[in-house]
């Protein structure tokens, strides 16, 4: 159940209805495929049919004689241009369309540009490919095998190896594991799942001949840094290339990166001279852009024999697909994985992870996956529940036993993450209270009684969200700080202007809300400018939750600097000295006389007046910030999921989920909840239903939704919602970041409760009616390959 | 490519012109008739964006030939705010945050319009069984279903959708729904 905002725009935090509703309730959002540009063309891409070919000849003239065709670029028409491939954000390269051969199933190999989207397709039928099918590379655990297909050849390589990286201490891990009373492992695979956006990927690009001015409008949800990277890959300077993202219908991590259709749109407006409009379809978004996930993870947790945990110990294989174009900082490979001692005190921990290729998609770090934090979370909380269950221990108990203590914070992990702040034992113990769990726990003896299956489900997690410091996290050599810009209007409206870019959490409505909070402006008179790089300052943009603790914090730090200029404007109306000023609820008044005062508006249009300021003062009223993270924010949260498994087919039914989450401040509680929602909904899916899997011949077997499956309102319960406040105290407002938090903690939840349902061990995700059943017969699916 | 001389009805507003025969019908509002507040999502049928009501009925219209539309009655989610005021689905989405990127909005708000035409006053299962065709990424759909449940209690479908309805000469679905007022009748389409 929720709790519905009040009727008044608070001043400053709290609940408040959304500023960018009312276009979207009437149809008045602009999206990508909104879009109509004068003499627009229409753009699709013909895809690989084969996992793995050698491209033998591409016959373009067929196509090219349709009435309505106006280009049909290949590869050969790329390789002139030098963008054949393009840079990957971790320095790898993908090919943009296939010149030597095919490496997935659903790659570019063509590019028709024509008048219509219709005629577009019917252009691709149009176009004869010549292949000569290669064996694939498609189960992940056989890809270093020696006498396995090299995908890679582009890169001389001899075998399908991408990196191995380490973080921990292996000595000292080991040698708590030596020492141990008991040690549980398992095998768990998190399957290749994908964000799926309501709305597609696609990009419209318009090329001025005359200025020679690129514009590109595109679902991203890093609009500066594709600025950055379209200058570097086609030469143009940034200066004169203006990346707009419009309303985007969801990102979820799917539209971080660059998209070969991106740059073929680029490629097809210089070539035409008009604007092209490229919009994929589901299958295209399915089968081509960012999968999420895909870690084949071997986890071992050592512990004492009264229940005090130790130490964590993890291989893990990550299949990456043909080309790593894997989302993340670029000195860490495998994103943030190395959270993976979660919410416990522990004496040592240890991953080695090594990547690889396959002839799959290319992506891994996506669906609000915090940098792979969705998937530590899911291998310590699998652990915990592991060893509490062969150990006969509650699994909530040991879980209390073993959290960080509250007066532990900051607290340094064993693999060297400084955790802000949290109070654990209250959030777990709120959560527990929230779901009656000791009588959950009756209910459950008393329905196994009479053969019924019922499960209860507890994870506890920490994330890390808001990357990041600079000094440890860049991308592409980016730095990861993020600029805000604030004008304040004479009249005492203002407009903020950002590097972050929402899809759909509500930044327009709660980064006013923090200027409001800051300067006493009411959020209604706030505009919030986002997505366009010729209005907003330079910065990486929304994904693992940063927009909060980033460019949150250069919001109210910016709205800091136009508060200390106010000071002395208003020192200049009330003539006092700045320091005799108090400033509270929009007003700054004399120390002593709170008669003796001066509003933001009066302020405001003071600034901008001939009243005499001190030398140095340039009057006016705004200000520029860029803020740089002295560290990552650590939001938490304790989840139950209780579920019913039907015990002649294996049908999950999840009758409750408790979520108690805590992100520090809450500045908008509505939208902290609705994204907490969203995530607890992802959690579901991924959980019981979602996921890629493929054929031995590598063909992509989810690549719709009659296959790929997404939880609708009837696999949902109603959420029950708690909170605890930990503030950040790093962060200039104490808020932590919140959006990934629900996908990230969720999964476990369910799968511990689906396996204490059913009494087994472990099986892998996503917990089908299928996978259920055999599970309960001892023979469990493996999900991410098919198996006849 | 064969092509057909149609007349469509788009929130009151007749459109005649000639189309191609296999242009669906949700291409026809957003490209011909330039409403794109209808939006795609899928290209098999599942996720529900692009419903819109056709003739009283919600369809999705990626399924729906827009010749098929011929002589028909169509209300896009542009229509349901007659005058500027939001419907009460509309409102009600507005109230229980039942958006975030906006994007399934559309396809949903016009499923609940169509569920509050055939029930009044839905319980939690009939709401979430009345949007099972209709997919949301962002909201987890329990402020979806608080959205419908305000709805109901503040004026149901709401004015445009009665008299979307009404229009085509049905009779009342109720006596006591309200009549229309102080706007234009929806001109009758001959189907």
């Known amino acids: 159940m929720t709790t519905h905002a009040a009727d008044t725009t608070p ?5 408040m209805r959304r ?11 602009r999206y990508l495929d909104d879009i109509v540009l004068p003499g627009m063309l229409h753009a699709a891409i013909l895809r690989s049919p084969h996992a793995h070919a050698r491209i033998v000849s591409v016959d373009t003239s067929a196509a090219e004689a349709h009435p309505k065709v106006t280009a049909v670029i290949t590869g050969e028409t790329l390789t002139g241009l030098g963008l054949a491939w393009m840079p990957t954000l971790s320095h790898d ?3 943009v369309l296939a010149t030597d051969k095919v490496r997935f199933q659903g790659q570019e190999v063509a590019f028709v540009v024509a008048e219509d989207r219709y005629a577009a397709r019917d252009a691709l039928a149009l176009i004869e490919v010549e292949y000569e099918p290669l064996p694939a590379v498609v189960d992940a655990t056989r890809a270093l095998d020696p006498d396995a297909p090299v995908i ?6 001899t075998d399908n190896h991408i990196f191995d990286w380490e973080a921990g201490d292996a000595a000292a891990t080991d040698e708590v594991f030596a020492t141990a009373d008991v040690v549980a492992e398992c095998d768990l695979l998190y399957p290749r799942c994908h964000p799926a956006p309501m709305e597609t990927c696609g990009s419209i690009a318009s090329m001025d001949p005359v200025s020679g001015k690129l514009t590109v409008y595109t679902t991203t949800q890093a609009p500066h840094a594709h600025r950055t990277v379209y200058a570097l890959v086609a030469g143009i300077p940034e200066h004169k290339i203006q990346v707009i993202a419009p309303d985007i219908g969801g990102g979820f991590g799917n539209k971080v990166g660059i998209y070969p259709g ?16 490229w919009v994929e379809d589901r299958s295209e978004n399915l089968m081509s852009t960012s999968f999420a996930r895909d870690y084949h993870m071997h986890g071992e947790i050592a512990a004492t024999k009264d229940g005090t945990l130790l130490g964590v110990r993890v291989k893990v294989l990550a299949d990456h697909g043909a080309f790593n174009n894997t989302a993340q900082p670029s000195k860490m490979p495998a994103g943030l994985f190395h959270v993976f001692s979660g919410s416990y005190d522990l004496k040592a921990a240890h991953c080695a992870v090594t990547g690889v290729y396959t002839d799959k998609c290319p992506g891994g770090v996506a669906y609000a996956c915090s940098f792979r934090i969705t998937e530590a979370v899911y291998l310590i909380e699998r652990l915990v529940d592991v060893l509490a269950r062969d150990q006969g221990w509650d699994p909530a108990e040991l879980r209390m036993r073993n959290l960080v203590r509250p007066e532990q914070f900051p607290y340094r992990t064993a693999l060297g993450w400084e955790y802000d702040s949290g109070n654990y034992p209250q959030t777990l113990r709120k959560a527990l209270d929230l779901a009656g769990y000791a009588e959950l726990r009756r209910e459950q003896a008393e329905r196994r009684a009479r053969g019924e299956l019922m499960g209860i489900g507890v994870s506890f997690f920490t994330e890390a969200v808001g990357a990041g410091p600079r000094k440890h996290m860049d991308i592409l050599g980016l730095g990861m700080a993020d600029g805000a810009e604030l004008r304040v209007h004479p009249t005492g409206k203002a407009v903020l202007r950002l590097s972050c870019m929402t899809q759909g959490q509500g930044h327009q409505t709660t980064f006013a809300q923090i200027v409001a909070e800051e300067l006493g402006i009411s959020p209604d008179d706030i505009e919030v400018v986002q997505g366009d790089t010729d209005q907003t300052p330079f910065g990486l943009g929304t994904y693992g939750s940063r927009s909060t603790p980033v460019s949150g914090a250069a919001t109210a730090m910016v709205a800091r600097k136009v508060r200390e200029r106010a000071r002395i404007v208003a020192s200049a109306m009330l003539e006092v000295a700045p320091s005799d000023l108090e400033f509270a609820k929009g007003r700054f008044h004399v120390k002593g006389d709170p008669a003796a005062s001066a509003t933001m508006a009066e302020i405001a249009m003071a600034a901008h007046s001939d009243l005499e300021l001190p030398e140095g003062v340039e009057g006016h009223l705004d200000a520029t910030c860029v803020y740089n993270p002295p560290n990552l924010t650590y939001p938490c949260g304790a989840y139950v999921c209780v579920v019913d498994v039907d015990p002649g087919t294996g049908q999950v039914a999840v009758r409750r989920f408790v979520a108690v989450d805590d992100c520090g401040v809450r500045i908008n509680p509505m939208i902290v909840e609705g994204q907490i929602h969203g995530g607890l909904a992802d959690g579901i899916g991924m959980a019981l239903m979602e ?3 493929f054929d031995a011949d590598g063909n992509h077997l989810g690549a719709s939704f009659m296959d790929y499956l997404l939880p609708t309102a009837l696999e949902c319960p109603s959420w029950e919602l708690g909170e605890t406040v930990t503030p950040s105290p790093h962060h200039p407002i104490g808020a932590k970041g919140v959006g990934e938090s629900a996908t990230v903690g969720s999964p476990p939840a369910v799968v511990n409760a689906v396996l204490d349902a059913i009494g087994v061990r472990d099986a892998d995700m996503p917990l089908t009616p299928a996978q259920v059943w055999r599970s309960m017969q001892g023979r469990p699916l493996r999900t991410d390959v098919a198996v006849t | 490519m064969s092509h057909h001389k149609v007349r469509i009805t788009v929130n009151g507003t007749v459109g005649e012109g000639e189309i191609e025969s ?13 409403l794109t507040g209808t939006h795609v999502g899928c290209d098999t049928s599942n996720c529900g964006a692009c419903t819109v009501m056709l003739d009283g009925r919600t369809v999705k219209s990626c399924t729906v030939l827009a010749v098929a539309a011929d002589g028909a009655d169509v209300l896009t989610v542009e229509g349901l705010a007659g005058g500027g005021e939001l419907s009460p689905v509309q409102e009600g989405f507005r109230q229980c945050h039942g958006l975030q990127c906006g994007y399934c909005t559309p396809g949903m708000v016009m499923a609940a319009t169509g569920l509050l035409l055939e029930n009044e006053a839905p319980d939690e299962t009939e709401i979430r069984e009345g949007i099972e065709g209709n997919l949301c990424r962002c909201t987890g759909y329990d402020m979806i279903v608080d959205s419908v449940r305000w709805a109901a209690a503040n004026g149901g479908a709401g004015e445009a959708a009665h008299r979307h309805v009404h229009g085509r000469g049905a009779p009342a679905p109720d006596a006591a729904a309200p009549a229309p007022s102080g706007t ?5 389409v001959t189907p």
């Open chain 1, 93 to 95: 390269v993908q090919a």
């Open chain 2, 22 to 34: 296999r242009l669906l019908l949700v291409h026809y509002l957003r490209e011909t008739r330039g």
């Open chain 1, 19 to 29: 500023k960018e509703d009312a276009r979207f309730l009437r149809g008045k959002g």
């Open chain 1, 262 to 277: 991106y740059v073929c749109a680029v490629v097809g407006s210089i070539v035409t001279g008009r604007p092209v409009k």
């Open chain 2, 184 to 188: 234009q009748p929806a001109p009758v």
């Open chain 1, 11 to 15: 001043m400053g935090f709290g609940s």
């Open chain 1, 152 to 157: 890679r050849d582009d890169l001389h390589k």
């Open chain 1, 691 to 693: 996921v890629l899997a």
